[in-house]
Each structure stands twice: as structure tokens, then as C-alpha cells.
């Protein structure tokens, strides 16, 4: 997926010179801010956003990006409407797929999963592993 980029209006209060911009990617959200001198940038890789709240006023729309973490979110004002809802659209998409196990890193060589008929329950902790396993990969016991 192609990072998409959404940039805040230059009328609202604190972009009229240097908009704040944030980018959806692959494995983060960013959100960049230019000054005359510097460059702030914060991101949080997308397992890690908690929550997307978005404020909506008469015309523009407040995104604040909270994460897991327990870090200070990350917040943007002046955004249009539709643009706070694709990027709220964006970041749950990415979530998904991340759960599903078909995110962005998951690549078509990985092996595939295993066959019921080559599973046994653990006999310590009854978790379901391979029959070849020697050690069971959730209590880390030596199977028999």
C-alpha cells in the first residue's frame, strides 16, 4: 500500500505557514510539522494506536491519535471532514490486517499452517502443538 498523505487547511490557526501533514503508511502513522527552523515528527506504528478520535466543528474536523503506549496522542487540527474519516478508515484497515495475519510483512513464502491431523494436545498445558515438537511453544515444557 502506498503511503497516503493528508494535509491540514492553511485557514485554520497554527497551519496558515507551515501545515501540519499526517501519513498513513504501511506500518505507521506520521504526523510532520515544519516551523521556520525545525521539523517535529511523531509517528506510531499502527499495532500500537489505541484509539482515532475525531472532533468535528461547523467546517473543520480536529483527528487526535491516541496509542497504546501511554504516550501523549498525536493531534492535528484543520482537516476536512472527509479526510479525517479516510484517515480514521485507514488506520482500522491496516488494524485488520495486522489481526488477520495478512498485514504488510506477512510475505507468500511464509509456511503454511498446520494440518489438524499434525496436531496433539500439549500434556501439561493442553495447548494444541505439532506432533514433532519436542517442547510445547506456550508452557515450554519438554513433551514426551
Same mark, same amino acid.
Given at each position: ?18 501545515? @501540519? ?9 506520521? &504526523?510532520? $510539522?515544519?516551523?521556520?527552523? %525545525? /521539523? ?34 498525536? @493531534? ?9 474519516? &479516510?484517515? $480514521?478508515?485507514?488506520?482500522? %484497515? /491496516? ?45 515450554? &515444557?519438554?513433551?514426551?
Amino acid at each position: 500500500m502506498e503511503a497516503e498523505s493528508f494535509v491540514a487547511s492553511r485557514w485554520t490557526r497554527g497551519n496558515r505557514l507551515f501545515p @501540519t501533514r499526517i501519513i498513513v503508511g504501511d506500518q505507521s502513522v506520521m &504526523r510532520r $510539522k515544519r516551523s521556520w527552523l %525545525t /521539523l517535529n515528527e511523531e509517528s506510531v506504528h499502527v499495532r500500537n494506536v489505541a484509539t482515532v478520535n475525531i472532533t468535528t466543528g461547523l467546517v473543520w474536523s480536529d483527528v487526535s491519535i491516541e496509542s497504546s503506549g501511554g504516550s501523549d496522542p498525536i @493531534t492535528s487540527h484543520g482537516h476536512t471532514k472527509s479526510d479525517a474519516r &479516510r484517515i $480514521k478508515e485507514l488506520i482500522e %484497515t /491496516l488494524q485488520a490486517r495486522l489481526t488477520s495475519g495478512a498485514g504488510p510483512g506477512a510475505d507468500a513464502a511464509a509456511p503454511p499452517a498446520a494440518d489438524a491431523a499434525d496436531l496433539r494436545p500439549c500434556p501439561h498445558c493442553a495447548e494444541l502443538v505439532r506432533k514433532a515438537a519436542r517442547i510445547c511453544r506456550y508452557c515450554q &515444557r519438554e513433551l514426551d
